[in-house]
């Protein structure tokens, strides 16, 4: 009987100091990332939004890449099959 209340006990000690625990690091640690991920956002954003002097034209081109043309290869032709039985 000892043990049974002993383990009841103790189950509801490590339950009740769990949720006491997580109560309060959850949004400690939340709030931690999100600050995190908006120094982020705003490191990025200030890499992109450069300001830039009037009369100054900025392009960003990159061409694309030209594909691979074909046609120094050949065309294809579509083979038929012939079965010629009378080969000697």
Same mark, same amino acid.
């Given at each position: 009987? =000892? @043990?049974?209340?002993?383990?009841?006990?103790?189950?509801?000690?490590?339950?009740?100091?769990?949720?006491?625990?997580?109560?309060?690091?959850?949004? *400690?640690?939340?709030?931690? !990332?999100? %600050?995190?991920? /908006?120094?982020?956002?705003?490191? !990025? $954003?200030?890499?992109? &939004?450069?300001? /830039? /002097?009037?009369?100054?034209? %900025?392009?960003?081109? @990159?061409?694309? =890449?030209?594909? %691979?043309? %074909?046609?120094?290869?050949?065309?294809?032709? $579509? *083979? =038929?099959?012939?079965? $010629? &039985?009378?080969?000697?």
């Amino acid at each position: 009987m =000892e @043990t049974i209340l002993s383990i009841i006990f103790w189950t509801l000690v490590i339950y009740y100091s769990l949720r006491l625990i997580l109560r309060y690091l959850v949004p *400690f640690l939340l709030a931690r !990332f999100v %600050k995190r991920m /908006q120094n982020k956002m705003s490191g !990025f $954003d200030q890499t992109v &939004n450069t300001p /830039q /002097q009037e009369g100054e034209v %900025k392009v960003n081109f @990159t061409p694309k =890449e030209q594909t %691979k043309s %074909k046609s120094g290869i050949g065309e294809y032709i $579509d *083979f =038929e099959e012939i079965n $010629d &039985n009378n080969k000697p």
